[in-house]
């Protein structure tokens, strides 16, 4: 909603303040000018990029209007789903917690977390990991460095959609002057004709370069930045994830390894001490009466 109510207000205020001052609002429609702009940028993104970014794109725009996933309710339920993991590969021993990353759909551990089974990588790089840790042979720096090249991918990945839609914001302003100057031409083209009609070409052509900057720094660049900054929310709940698993990878006891997990959470999404806890011991409690 915040990506909505940003547009919204970069629309109030350039308009509003154009007619403040007098314009007249039709002078701005201008349907060859968005044709060529948008038609000219829309092509170039699609040439300087594989289908798959192409449609990540569409995906993150998608994903702005949501907002972001990762909130404090959403990094207190991570944490109680490595707390019970952990948990439960200490009382049933790492040849039992190898069923569970198998088949995670009919494990009661991931079962009682629906939002990890529905994210598939998130998903995959918790039993990817657990998979290295239960055939063992493996020293802890060595997984360390495998996560860390996982992490380094995914990121790289996810933040390619955001970097095209910048260069695309970046081409806007030099668009707008190419539909700018096809205006002018036109123009010349009058010339001899009415000087209302030579006026409404000129001003027709300096919209073309008013909607190449707007959109710019107004609209595609916002976005791009906001999509850039989910990424790295994203990068940054997989190195909760990390510490979580590295440290019950050690061999330290659950409680402390979720509290490495914890500790690595963004200040201001990150639980207290207390509020986990009382989590944890609400979550036993339900547990309990269930049985």
């Not at 952990?86 to 995670?104: C, T, Y």
């Not at 657990?130 to 991918?153: K, Y």
């Not at 698993?245 to 201001?268: D, N, Q, S």
Request: proline share 5%; hydrophobic share 50%; with cysteine.
């Amino acid at each position: 909603m915040t990506v909505i109510l940003g547009l919204v207000i970069v629309i109030a205020s350039v308009l509003g303040g154009y007619l403040l001052a007098h314009g007249k609002l039709l002078v701005l429609v201008q349907p060859a000018e968005f044709v060529v702009i948008l038609g000219a940028a829309t092509g170039a993104l699609v040439a300087a990029n594989p289908p798959v970014v192409t449609m990540g794109i569409f995906k993150g725009l998608a994903s702005l209007i949501k907002g972001s996933p990762y909130t404090k309710a959403f990094y207190l339920e991570t944490l109680k789903m490595l707390s019970d993991l952990f948990n439960h590969a200490r009382k049933n021993g790492l040849a039992r917690l190898e069923q569970d990353i198998e088949e995670p759909a009919k494990s009661p551990v991931f079962s009682k977390y629906p939002r990890l089974l529905n994210d598939h990588h998130a998903l995959s790089f918790v039993c990817d990991t657990l998979r290295v840790v239960v055939a063992g042979g493996v020293q802890t720096h060595d997984l360390d460095q495998m996560i860390e090249l996982d992490l380094d991918v995914h990121h790289h990945s996810s933040a390619q959609p955001a970097g095209a839609l910048s260069t695309m914001a970046d081409s806007l302003p030099g668009l707008g002057i190419v539909a700018a100057v096809l205006g002018i031409i036109i123009t010349m083209g009058a010339m001899g004709g009415p000087p209302e009609q030579i006026g409404h070409k000129v001003a027709a052509a300096l919209v073309g370069t008013f909607l190449g900057v707007l959109m710019c720094y107004g609209f595609i660049g916002p976005l791009a930045a906001h999509m850039n900054k989910l990424a790295d929310a994203e990068t940054q709940y997989y190195h909760v994830l990390r510490a979580g698993l590295m440290a019950f990878a050690k061999g330290l006891p659950p409680l402390i390894a979720v509290e490495f997990a914890r500790r690595t959470v963004p200040v201001h999404l990150r639980p207290s001490f207390k509020e986990m806890e009382s989590a944890f011991r609400g979550a036993k409690a339900a547990t309990g009466a269930a049985a």
